[in-house]
């Protein structure tokens, strides 16, 4: 199974619209912030989404991943 390229490059460059990490990219907000958010349930939509994802990226060592995107296809 392929990722989908184009969902990596937007939540390479997806921004936190809200909250103590507002206006950060969601690959360089914290890996405890999004098991708060595990624990208590992330947001609905496509937010909710982006930051299950990170999770899922972020408790198996894969930020470099997402870091190298970010670099590979600038907006």
Known sequence: MQPDKKALIELAHYKMPFGKYK?????DIPEYYYTWFKQKGFPEGKLGRMMTQMYDIKINGLEELIYTIKREFRK
Do not use: D, N
């Open 23 to 27: 206006g950060q990219y969601l690959v």
